[in-house]
């Protein structure tokens, strides 16, 4: 089993993540790279995570959002 690291390690294995991995790279495609467009994937994400009862640790500060 992979061991995830970073603010979401705890959250992979309630929320899959590959979805919004998908979406965010293709979000970002169309925006020409738009942190801000990064910053709202992570932050949908890092809600998905704490709805299904997932820690998320620090995520804003390393992404710099």
């Known amino acids: 089993k992979k061991s995830f ?3 979401f390690r705890a959250c992979h294995d309630r929320v899959k993540p590959h979805d ?3 979406n965010c790279l293709s979000d970002l495609c169309l925006s020409d790279g738009a942190r801000s ?8 994400y890092a ?3 704490r709805k299904h009862g997932a ?7 390393p992404s710099g959002c």
């Open 47 to 49: 809600a998905t995570c």
């Open 55 to 61: 820690t998320v640790h620090d995520w804003r500060t």
């Open 37 to 44: 467009i990064l910053c709202q994937v992570l932050e949908t």
């Open 5 to 7: 690291q970073g603010p």
């Open 20 to 22: 919004f991995y998908r």
